[in-house]
DNA sequence: GCGACAG
DNA sequence: ATCTTGTCGC
């Protein structure tokens, strides 16, 4: 939890600066090999999101102050610094990604799988950030968004558990998933080692009576009242 | 040229 | 991200 925030995490961080240097790094990730995570068991589901002191609509600036926080279980872990960049679709790493990595770190033990709000596989490169936030991580990663970056899919029945699938091209990168009857659907992406049926079933497992995962929530809440605590003093 | 475009 | 609109529930 840094309170007086700088670019600090970031050189340091590894992750890419450039716009050209994403890029390469998307286009590996995408051709990676790995080996598909199963949920098995008891999966322990963490989630990370970010949140930025400026609230302008269209693209956010750069050296915008954001708060991110993990959190898994009970337990949460919040990271704060000055972002270089402002929003960019495609390029959304370069705003988020060693501030997400951070807070993810702080906490105390690692996920099973970790929920990232962002895309996975729908994406031009087939690497959005929740796919390489895992790879960083070397964990399994679900995306969780509002909307798809460029997939397309019919919307799943009004019904609780219903989901129809996200593709680009043909190739399913995703479901639409009916988390709460009457309310939209959410974008569930597979991600770093997740296949969409995997993502899916991870998804339904965090999720309670809400719209979203009960992880993704905490963690929305937690860097929220970070934010509103450190813009006073 | 215009809209679309994860957060 | 934020905004708008509509609907339901307190």
Not at 161 to 171: C, F, V
Request: with cysteine.
């Amino acid at each position: 939890m840094t309170n007086h925030p700088g670019h600090d995490i970031w050189p340091a961080s590894g992750w890419p600066t450039t716009p050209d240097e994403l890029i390469r790094v998307q286009e590996t990730l995408a051709h990676a090999a790995w080996t598909p995570f199963r949920p098995l068991g008891r999966v322990r589901v963490g989630a990370c999101y970010t949140c930025f002191a400026q609230a302008e609509p269209g693209r956010g600036r750069p050296d915008d102050v954001g708060w991110a926080a993990a959190a898994l279980g009970d337990e949460i872990a919040v990271a704060s610094a000055v972002s270089p960049e402002g929003y960019e679709a495609g390029l959304l790493a370069l705003r988020e990604g060693p501030l997400l990595e951070a807070a993810v770190r702080a906490l105390t033990e690692l996920p099973d799988v970790l929920l990232v709000d962002a895309t996975g596989r729908d994406h031009p490169r087939r690497a959005g950030l929740a796919l390489q936030l895992g790879a960083v991580l070397d964990l399994p990663t679900v995306g969780l968004t509002d909307r798809p970056l460029l997939a397309r899919g019919d919307d799943p029945e009004d019904v609780r558990g219903a989901a129809s699938p996200l593709s680009i091209d043909g190739e399913r990168v995703g479901y639409l998933l009916r988390t709460k009857q009457g309310a939209r659907p959410i974008c569930v992406h597979a991600a770093w080692r997740t296949m969409p049926e995997a993502a899916l079933e991870v998804v339904l497992t965090a999720t309670g009576q809400m719209r979203t995962p009960e992880p993704l929530r905490a963690a929305r809440t937690a860097a929220r009242v970070a934010r509103a605590r450190d813009l006073r003093g």
